[in-house]
């Protein structure tokens, strides 16, 4: 469940939130970085690795 601690005010809120932002977009580079790979070594079709990555950024892009 949730904690009933809250935050101490909205700016504190927003210091989490573009942290978190931020290590999702690093790992989103990484994700990328390992789609591709196992794409060269023909592990996934390059149609399914484009459509893993499409689907991946929308979603990143949804919660930024």
Do not use: P, Q
């Not at 469940?1 to 573009?18: D, H, P, Q, V």
């Amino acid at each position: 469940g949730y904690s009933n601690r809250k935050l101490g005010n909205n700016e504190e809120a927003f210091t989490y939130y573009n942290k978190a932002l931020e290590i999702v977009k690093s790992e989103l580079a990484s994700t990328y970085s390992k789609i591709d790979k196992a794409t060269k070594v023909n592990v996934l079709h390059k149609n399914t690795a484009a459509r893993k990555m499409s689907r991946l950024s929308a979603k990143v892009k949804k919660i930024a």
